[in-house]
């Protein structure tokens, strides 16, 4: 304390002092009104860019919507995981009996919100055109591998994934 | 309010008069001239070194002349040869420091070549640096001097011969003498002497006698000539056996308004106290801050304006750009996934299409093996050929493919696997990637 004193009393340094001091108070205005300016054009900018994504919400929300409606065929809604993996197993038999394949076999494994299914299968070759045709026309199904032994009656073996949501 | 108003116009008045300060018989004089001097005020310099009072708040902040009593200020002589000024200075500085108890001593010094060396004059006494502390620190003066310069000066201005050989010169006035001693345009020691009127003459003469002894003890020379000035009208007849001259035709010797007690300084008029010839010591720390002054002067007017600015700036930006608020965060970013994972799903390849297309293309090739995944493709197959028409049947095979996809990487021909199964027929394996 009595060393400020004395420096104030020292006319030089005092002089000195209050250079410093209006630069240093010069010195936070600026910084504080150029971030303010900053956060404003920030601001500003957000605001501008939200009122361009609004609109363009408003104006191509029926488009979007029928995406999004399409989009959850890619999901089959189900209410038990168990009944979901036999309601696929069923469908294959049925889509397989249908083109003339004849199934030897359907694994499942668990996944991330999918279950991955591998069938094997046999028969001829125009029947599992059509059994592949079938199994892609249904959008929560995706096929990931087809491994085809061509030779004599033909073994397949045919891995897809299926995409669910339990509700 | 009325004490207060006439403060300020004291003040105001003070400001544009030069204020010289001058300290004699342990008191301090704060005068102006105006028609002669006149007395703005004084204090006791006991006073100012002991009391705890303000003694600032009525005082002028700026002094442009002190002067002290002429045996404050002592000389010194140093054979130093350098002509450098600032290793001079620096020797100086160094030199009082150690010989002198007050650390300030450094900024009260000036000197002058004098023979082989220079003569150094500074301020010796205690109690300047006593004031120094308590009152002359917070006012700004710049000179400092004494009467015995202050005469030098006077007297070199209308006495040419006065810087030749040894001389003296004696101020008469009613109640005291005045006497300066110079050697070759030094001065050598100045006196004041108090005298009664009823002996005045042979009290003066004796004083003086006692001088020029001192003077020749320290010189080794006699006084030459006696310059004698006096207040009053009618010379006083002096023998001192010396060559005396009467200098009232050229120095007028009556003060133009005569305050008690400033003595012999009461005799200055505004030639003395500007002439430029003036010798005096500067206060060096004041050099420092005039050095400075236009700088900080500079830094200060554009520091406000800059302050000023920023402060116009900043209330005009809280006025007129008030916060936006708070910003909706819109998640356009899960229409944007939902939107791209849709189309990844909506372009996917069809596997059936692929496999359609794979045995179209090739043609009397019989295809074996077929893996089909979403980044490669293997095919393994058997083809009826001759050793020199294989690689044209497999190139035609994969032109075919590559036509339908063209964005998979064929292999080169090197790379495909081929065995021989019987002459004729050979199996081959090749792997087609996706780009």
Known sequence: MSSILSLLKDRYKRNWCILVLIWIFGAILFYLNVRKIDRYIEKRRIKEENEYIENFLKNHMRKIKQIMEKKEKLYDRISNLNLGIIKVEEYVEDIAKKEGIKVKGIRHEKGNGKIFFEISCSGDVSDLIGFIYELESIWYFRILRLDLDLTDNGKYKITFSYNYRII | ?435
């Open chain 2, 1 to 435: 309010m009325l004490s207060i108003s006439k403060r300020l116009i004291k003040k105001s008045f003070v400001k544009k008069k030069n204020v010289f300060c001058l300290i004699r018989n342990d008191e301090v004089f704060f005068l102006y001239r105006e028609k002669g001097w006149n007395l703005f005020k004084r204090i006791k310099i006991a006073d100012a070194i002991d009391s705890e009072e303000n003694l600032l708040k009525d005082l002028p902040k700026e002094i442009s002349l002190l002067v002290v009593p002429d045996y404050w200020i002592g000389s010194s002589f140093y054979p130093i040869r350098s002509k450098k000024r600032s290793i001079v200075l620096s020797f100086i500085s160094r030199k009082l420091t150690a010989d002198f108890d007050f650390p300030e001593v450094k900024d009260f010094f000036e000197y002058i070549p004098y023979e082989n060396g220079i003569l150094v004059f500074f301020l010796q006494d205690e109690n300047f640096y006593l004031l120094y502390k308590k009152l002359l620190s917070h006012l700004s003066f710049y000179k400092i001097t004494c009467p015995a310069f202050l005469w030098q000066t006077k007297l070199r201005r209308n006495i040419k011969d006065i810087d030749k050989g040894g001389k003296a010169f004696i101020h008469l006035t009613p109640r005291y003498a005045y006497a300066c001693f110079f050697s070759e345009g030094s001065l050598l020691f100045s006196r004041e002497i108090d005298l009664e009127p009823e002996n005045y003459l042979e009290q003066l003469s004796y004083e003086i006698l006692q001088s020029l002894r001192l003077f020749s003890q320290k010189t080794k020379k006699d006084i030459e000539k006696i310059y004698l000035l006096s207040s009053e009208k009618e010379h006083p007849s002096l023998s001192l056996g010396i060559k005396t001259e009467w200098i009232s035709k050229y120095i007028r010797s009556i003060p133009s308004e005569c305050i008690e007690d400033l003595g012999t300084f009461a005799f200055m008029d505004e030639k003395d106290l500007s002439d430029t010839k003036l010798f005096y010591i500067p206060y060096r720390k004041e050099i420092t801050f005039k050095e400075w002054e236009t700088f900080q002067k500079i830094g200060l007017i554009t520091g406000i304006i800059f302050l000023v600015l920023m402060t116009s700036e900043f209330f005009f930006l809280k006025k007129n750009f008030p916060e936006p608020g708070l910003v909706k965060d819109i998640k356009i970013q899960s229409y944007i996934n939902e939107i791209d994972e849709f189309l990844k799903n909506r372009n996917r390849e069809s596997f059936q299409k692929l496999l359609v297309n794979i045995l179209n293309s090739s043609g009397d090739i019989y295809i074996k093996r077929l893996i089909i995944e979403p980044e490669r493709i293997g095919i393994g197959g058997e083809i009826d050929s001759d050793v020199e028409n294989l690689r044209k049947r497999i190139k035609g095979f994969l032109e075919k493919l590559s036509m339908s996809y063209p964005n998979i990487i064929l292999p080169d021909f090197g790379e495909i696997k081929i065995e021989k199964k019987e002459k004729g027929r050979y199996e081959f394996y090749f792997e087609l990637i996706k780009r």
